[in-house]
């Protein structure tokens, strides 16, 4: 058996509760209109139930004489009413919609066509004389059907004509959606209600339930919502910024001035990223170098904010990280909220190893069309840090040949006197020249050093030229030439040695090149290797070979070492 009241006296039959305010004595039913079985909506009002609130017969009162004068399409209309034993019911007609406080998803295009629908509900109420003033606007009384049409319920505490309400009555609304001041029991105006609906449509865009308003709003009693509606466009969030403004006087003024200005919005217009370059490649001159480029991105749609994230792919050689950090690429700044931007990208190639090419691809996540666009990054490092020093050899080769050359000459021609006098002026010039290059100190010893050569040379020559026999011109002019090469071929290997060794090694490896060559070329004219002269060839030949020799060990040594000390670093 039912538990519903039986109102089939005053021609209605109930067929099932609507909704319930226990501790308000107000209970709402669906009923049939006997006998045409028109469905209607019955609302029982049971002031002497315990705990019921009999001060809401005055909202009763109101509510009627307000609802009988208002004829609009998107307003359930008064039917009748009547009392019963225990209170009062109220009859209007039934609407099949939901309310908004009900759990459901609309989109953003949606959102605009129930906004407009309410604003052409409070265009009508302003316009009437006089103007109502529903106070009371949240998602419980917007009713919204499957094909979304939209209903304006509970004028339970409208208020009719503008005006201060008096500071002894109960302030009515509901927090949260009340504006500061309705609040405050200040003076009403056509603002007011606006308020109440930009709060209403921002939990529907939001999601929020009305229970949660309090979660949006902040400090300064204002509705921060920006950062959850991020794929709306900004002149749909600056218009419901604008509605629910705490001064009216930041509001529009009126329901018919927030409809012009609602219309021509796009709400769900996304940005449009264009990035410069489209294409990273980076290129370190020194190990260890940290490299930067200036990435700029920009959104094409004026009414629209762009939001962006940037990341690096994971890839199998990087250790692991996270979104927000990555071992060696930053950005800066790595987020935004802005339509024009400048992103630093930062490079530290001291993770990475030497003389390779790293691939990269960066990502940026945003609220645009495209959700996450890639970058690609190319990386060469620097190359690997050991310097492949080389000797002159060609110099050296020319240098010990053409010395011997001019020993075996200069022992059987007349000229060994001029020759080796010149061979010691070019020695003594070239090497004066290479000290030009130094301290005072070094300077004057490389250049006696020079002289005492020249003047051994000649005096040398001269003692072996006393027992010479005369090879004729040509032997002359062949001793000649080997002189100007052997001094031409001092003075650039003495230079190409210094390049890479410095003034020390340079002369030494000069002038025992040399010595050597001279001490080859006398062995092999005269057929005689005594102690002495085998003494003299080891001695100016062996540091030279050595020094060959050394310096490729010692570079894939070092190199080895190297090697084995990146295994720490990150692969490309």
Not at 49 to 65: H, L, M, N, P
Not at 227 to 247: A, F, G, N, Y
Not at 549 to 570: D, F, G, K, N, V
């Amino acid at each position: 058996m039912s538990n519903f009241p039986d109102f089939t006296a005053q021609g209605y039959q109930i067929q099932k509760e609507l909704g319930h305010n226990r501790a308000g004595g107000r209970v709402t039913y669906l009923a049939d209109r006997l006998p045409s079985l028109e469905p209607m909506v019955i609302k029982q009002f049971q002031f002497a139930t315990s705990g019921a609130d009999w001060s809401a017969y005055k909202a009763v009162e109101r509510e009627i004489q307000i609802l009988q004068q208002l004829n609009h399409p998107g307003i359930p209309k008064y039917r009748d009413a009547f009392e019963t034993p225990d209170g009062f019911c109220m009859v209007q007609e039934y609407k099949a919609a939901q309310s908004l406080a009900m759990r459901r998803s609309f989109d953003a295009e949606e959102v605009k066509q129930l906004a407009i629908a309410a604003l052409e509900i409070l265009v009508y109420l302003q316009t009437r004389s006089p103007q109502v003033i529903h106070r009371d606007i949240k998602p419980e009384n917007i009713l919204v059907s499957d094909r979304l049409d939209l209903y304006l319920v509970d004028f339970g505490f409208a208020q009719l004509g503008a005006g201060e309400v008096a500071m002894s009555s109960m302030v009515k609304g509901t927090m949260g959606f009340m504006p500061p001041e309705q609040l405050l029991n200040r003076q009403l105006t056509t603002a007011s209600d606006l308020y109440g609906l930009g709060a209403s449509l921002i939990c529907l865009l939001t999601g929020t339930p009305s229970s949660a308003i309090g979660d949006l709003i902040d400090d300064d009693y204002r509705i921060d919502f920006k950062q959850r509606v991020p794929r709306v466009s900004l002149r749909w969030i600056q218009w419901l910024e604008r509605m629910v403004q705490p001064d009216p006087r930041d509001r529009f003024p009126d329901a018919a001035t927030a409809l012009n200005a609602l219309q021509p919005i796009y709400v769900v217009r996304t940005p449009e990223i264009v990035i410069q370059p489209n294409a990273l490649h980076l290129v370190a001159a020194e190990v260890g170098e940290t490299l930067t480029q200036t990435i700029s991105v920009k959104n094409s749609v004026s009414d629209t904010v762009l939001m962006g994230k940037w990341d690096v792919a994971p890839h199998p050689h990087d250790p692991p990280h996270t979104p927000d950090f990555h071992p060696w690429i930053a950005f800066q700044p790595a987020t935004f909220n802005a339509n024009r931007v400048h992103c630093h990208l930062k490079v530290d190639t001291s993770q990475l190893r030497a003389g390779e090419e790293y691939h990269r691809t960066l990502r940026l996540h945003s609220n645009s069309s495209q959700a996450t666009m890639t970058l690609p990054l190319t990386v060469e490092t620097a190359a690997i840090p050991i310097t492949r020093k080389t000797l002159p050899y060609s110099a050296l080769g020319l240098l010990f040949l053409s010395s011997g050359a001019g020993a075996m000459l200069a022992l059987h021609s007349i000229a060994a006197p001029i020759a080796i006098g010149a061979s010691g002026f070019l020695a003594w010039a070239g090497l004066s020249k290479l000290a030009g290059h130094q301290g005072f100190a070094v300077k004057f010893l490389l250049t006696l050093m020079a002289t005492s050569i020249g003047a051994g040379t000649i005096g040398f020559t001269l003692g072996m030229a006393a027992g010479a026999s005369l090879m004729g011109a040509w032997g002359t002019a062949a001793t000649l030439a080997a002189t100007v090469v052997t001094g031409s071929a001092l003075l650039f290997s003495a230079r190409g040695v210094q390049k890479q060794f410095g003034t020390g090694l340079a002369t030494g490896m000069s002038l025992l090149t040399a010595a050597s060559g001279i001490s080859w070329g006398i062995g092999l004219q005269l057929g005689l290797w005594t102690p002495l002269l085998l003494a003299t060839v080891a001695v100016t030949g062996l540091p030279v070979v050595s020094v060959m020799l050394l310096l490729p060990w010692q570079r894939s040594r070092r190199l080895a070492q190297y090697r084995r000390s990146e295994e720490h670093l990150i692969k490309p």
